[in-house]
């Protein structure tokens, strides 16, 4: 016994990704529907051992399923999802159009799975932005422990974070860098991406902070605490697959660096790498198909009275978007909905 799954956006990174995740997990699934638009309708995607071709979403039934997983943009998730939502089908939304709905459950499993039950409000549950989720699954049990006050952070986001597009230019750039002739323009971010980072993820805002950076406040404190105060400097880098970020978090109470890693150690989603020696710690190409937030660099922020700095590694792909979705779902299965 198991339940009705759809995923919406089968043909994306993202999507192909919750498949696989799925298909790993061994979620209990009694029957799989893959979705995408029209244009991609009949293309083929794994779901373990079996190939599936994709329905056309525009035409799609959502009456009887259970669950379906989106991975498909704002405009799209707005004109479907509420559709899936009418039909008794509960949606686990990656895109960020739910994300601040105060009627919608924004979760990650290890921080806040107790607000699953709130998907009853609009049969829908948002997944948090790829950078947020990471930092608060190791932020959380430090939390606990000492009550964070404040969080400076900035991050090191791959380009998979802005599709497959970007991990074509990132490619073809640093080909093209290497054949006179061959240099290749940017057209999906602002600046060259090779060989470069870029201090701009989204818009910018009035303030002067991008939405990337304007997200990560917003969602850790729904998150997390609407107490604690975040600043965020979002940068892309010329890696494929991973985010990588520079933590350093003040607490009200003081905490040592030794116990916060013993911590950390025993916390739900996280690995501590963290050795003082050369290659002692994560970069995000070690990290890509694994599940875990890894952290490492764990040390005393000697500028402050209660600090710490941390490095935070994830594969933006899993963790950051579909790993955090199906683990939603396993949390919804085993407190909210019944099998079969």
């Given at each position: 016994?198991?339940?009705?799954?759809?995923?919406?956006?089968?043909?994306?990174?993202?999507?192909?990704?919750?498949?696989?995740?799925?298909?790993?997990?061994?979620?209990?699934?009694?029957?799989?529907?893959?979705?995408?638009?029209?244009?991609?309708?009949?293309?083929?995607?794994?779901?373990?051992?079996?190939?599936?071709?994709?329905?056309?979403?525009?035409?799609?039934?959502f009456t009887g399923w259970d669950i379906a997983l989106f991975a498909i943009g704002s405009d799209a998730t707005k004109i479907y999802?509420?559709?899936?939502?009418?039909?008794?089908?509960?949606?686990?939304?990656?895109?960020?159009?739910?994300?601040?709905?105060?009627?919608?459950?924004?979760?990650?499993?290890?921080?806040?799975?107790?607000?699953?039950?709130?998907?009853?409000?609009?049969?829908?549950?948002?997944?948090?932005?790829?950078?947020?989720?990471?930092?608060?699954?190791?932020?959380?049990?430090?939390?606990?422990?000492?009550?964070?006050?404040?969080?400076?952070?900035?991050?090191?986001?791959?380009?998979?974070?802005?599709?497959?597009?970007?991990?074509?230019?990132?490619?073809?750039?640093?080909?093209?860098?290497?054949?006179?002739?061959?240099?290749?323009?940017?057209?999906?971010?602002?600046?060259?991406?090779?060989?470069?980072?870029?201090?701009?993820?989204?818009?910018?805002?009035?303030?002067?902070?991008?939405?990337?950076?304007?997200?990560?406040?917003?969602?850790?404190?729904?998150?997390?605490?609407?107490?604690?105060?975040?600043?965020?400097?979002?940068?892309?880098?010329?890696?494929?697959?991973?985010?990588?970020?520079?933590?350093?978090?003040?607490?009200?109470?003081?905490?040592?660096?030794?116990?916060?890693?013993?911590?950390?150690?025993?916390?739900?989603?996280?690995?501590?790498?963290?050795?003082?020696?050369?290659?002692?710690?994560?970069?995000?190409?070690?990290?890509?198909?694994?599940?875990?937030?890894?952290?490492?660099?764990?040390?005393?922020?000697?500028?402050?009275?209660?600090?710490?700095?941390?490095?935070?590694?994830?594969?933006?792909?899993?963790?950051?978007?579909?790993?955090?979705?199906?683990?939603?779902?396993?949390?919804?299965?085993?407190?909210?909905?019944?099998?079969?």
């Amino acid at each position: 016994m198991g339940y009705k799954v759809v995923v919406v956006g089968a043909t994306g990174n993202v999507g192909k990704e919750m498949l696989n995740i799925l298909a790993e997990r061994e979620f209990p699934v009694d029957a799989i529907a893959a979705l995408a638009s029209r244009k991609s309708l009949g293309t083929e995607v794994s779901f373990g051992d079996r190939t599936l071709k994709t329905l056309d979403l525009d035409t799609f039934d959502f009456t009887g399923w259970d669950i379906a997983l989106f991975a498909i943009g704002s405009d799209a998730t707005k004109i479907y999802a509420p559709k899936a939502a009418a039909s008794g089908c509960v949606v686990i939304d990656n895109s960020s159009l739910y994300r601040y709905d105060p009627d919608i459950p924004l979760i990650v499993p290890e921080v806040n799975a107790d607000d699953v039950v709130r998907y009853k409000n609009k049969m829908i549950i948002a997944n948090p932005n790829c950078s947020t989720a990471q930092m608060v699954v190791a932020l959380k049990p430090l939390h606990d422990r000492a009550r964070i006050k404040r969080v400076v952070v900035s991050t090191y986001q791959s380009v998979s974070g802005t599709g497959k597009e970007a991990m074509d230019e990132l490619w073809n750039q640093t080909k093209g860098m290497y054949v006179p002739g061959q240099e290749v323009a940017p057209k999906v971010y602002p600046k060259q991406i090779a060989f470069n980072v870029i201090p701009h993820i989204d818009v910018f805002l009035d303030s002067g902070e991008t939405k990337e950076e304007w997200k990560m406040v917003a969602e850790t404190k729904k998150i997390l605490d609407p107490k604690i105060k975040v600043t965020a400097t979002c940068v892309r880098v010329p890696v494929f697959v991973g985010h990588s970020e520079s933590i350093n978090i003040e607490t009200e109470d003081f905490l040592d660096w030794q116990e916060a890693q013993d911590i950390l150690r025993e916390a739900p989603g996280v690995l501590v790498i963290d050795k003082r020696e050369p290659g002692g710690y994560m970069t995000p190409v070690e990290c890509v198909g694994e599940y875990a937030t890894y952290v490492s660099r764990i040390r005393q922020d000697s500028t402050i009275d209660n600090g710490l700095n941390l490095w935070c590694v994830s594969d933006n792909l899993r963790k950051g978007a579909a790993l955090n979705a199906v683990q939603i779902a396993e949390v919804l299965g085993s407190r909210c909905l019944k099998k079969g």
